[in-house]
């Protein structure tokens, strides 16, 4: 049995510049029981020496492995199918974490039996070091049950790297080969086999935006990958007789995703009829999640006792109600291009 209460699996990928400063703040952890499993994938520059030294300067502690490229996801996978600590996270090599983020998130977990802990994070300019915005901070540190009662699970952020997952409860799943969006079903996934998330509201993991990133980019084909990756996850939850407990949330998820911030996305791909892209959007989540149309989380009168997010969602679903979505679509390019305006839902 694994003496480590933490598996950290750190996706490496060329950022030599960048790699020491994140590998330094996971050495030098408050929380001793942690293995450190750096996965370079295919880097072209000195990255993979770094983690070498690493994995000689930390034997206890560092692990390096080397593989040939194939994409983040892969690169997850292969850490998560090593890894062996009680609780498992990853990290991007490019972002940096608080020498505490490791034993809160632990603690945290470990006090209230949580099979996934959640801290705060913030988002910072690669470019200026300046923070963008803090998220993950409103929740409070409390604990909170799945279930289709609450719709708090539809505003975790989806990246994994501020949260710890019990690894016994994901350590079968994995990431899939699907840009920008894997991590969404990932944890969308998690939730299936999960009752209970634990909050820790300080901002602990610093996040970088590199606006080289294509992750913003989306094309048609991605919103096929999406359509058929959603429809697996629903097979899941039905599979895992969650569904029908959770069937306002899951749809409700998919209306989020794909007819908010996916459709969004698209239509900055000039190649795409986007009046026939909503269309068929609309259509879609129709025939497979028809329960975002009478989900109780986009009513007016629930969205407007919980703040500006969930008004501007019901907002959103409206529009898309009265077949008018692309009133959003250029309402919100309007508020992100012009005004400098992004709405994190």
């Known amino acids: ?58 034997p206890n502690k560092v692990k390096a492995f080397h593989k040939t490229n194939g994409g983040e996801f892969t690169t997850r996978n292969y850490g998560l199918e090593r890894a062996t600590g009680e609780y498992v996270t990853f990290v991007d090599t490019d972002d940096y974490v608080e020498k505490t983020w490791a034993e809160k998130l632990y603690n945290v977990a470990k006090e209230n039996d949580a099979d996934m802990a959640v801290c705060g994070f913030e988002r910072i300019d690669l470019n200026t070091n300046k923070v963008v915005s803090q998220n993950m901070t409103n929740f409070g ?7 289709g009662k609450n719709d708090f699970t539809l505003f975790i952020n989806p990246a994994p790297w501020n949260k710890i997952y019990k690894r016994e409860k994901v350590q079968d799943l994995r990431f899939l080969s699907f840009r920008g969006f894997n991590d969404a079903m990932f944890l969308a996934s998690c939730y299936t086999r999960m009752n209970k998330i634990a909050f820790e509201p300080e901002v602990l993991y610093h996040y970088y935006l590199r606006y080289d990133s294509q992750i913003h980019t989306v094309n048609k084909q991605d919103v096929e990958n999406l359509k ?118």
């Open 1 to 58: 049995m694994s003496n480590y209460k933490l598996s950290i699996v750190a996706a490496v990928y060329n950022l030599e510049k960048y790699l020491p400063r994140c590998l330094d703040a996971l050495v030098n952890q408050t929380l001793q029981e942690i293995e450190i499993l750096c996965v370079d994938d295919g880097s072209t520059d000195s990255a993979p020496q770094i983690i070498d030294e690493y994995a000689k300067k930390y």
């Open 228 to 345: 058929r990756y959603l429809l697996e996850v629903k097979k899941l939850y039905i599979q895992t007789n969650k569904y029908e407990e959770m069937k306002y949330i899951l749809d409700t998820f998919a209306f989020l995703h794909l007819g908010t911030s996916v459709m969004y996305r698209v239509s900055y791909d000039k190649t795409v009829n986007m009046k026939d892209m909503l269309k068929e959007t609309i259509s879609y989540l129709d025939t497979n999640f028809e329960n975002w149309r009478k989900s109780p989380f986009l009513k007016f009168g629930y969205s407007i006792k919980r703040g500006f997010k969930h008004i501007a969602l019901w907002g959103v679903a409206l529009l898309y109600k009265m077949k008018l979505p692309m009133i959003y679509i250029n309402t919100y390019r309007f508020l992100v291009d012009k005004l400098k305006i992004d709405i994190k839902f």
């Open 141 to 147: 540190r409390v604990v909170k049950t799945i279930d």
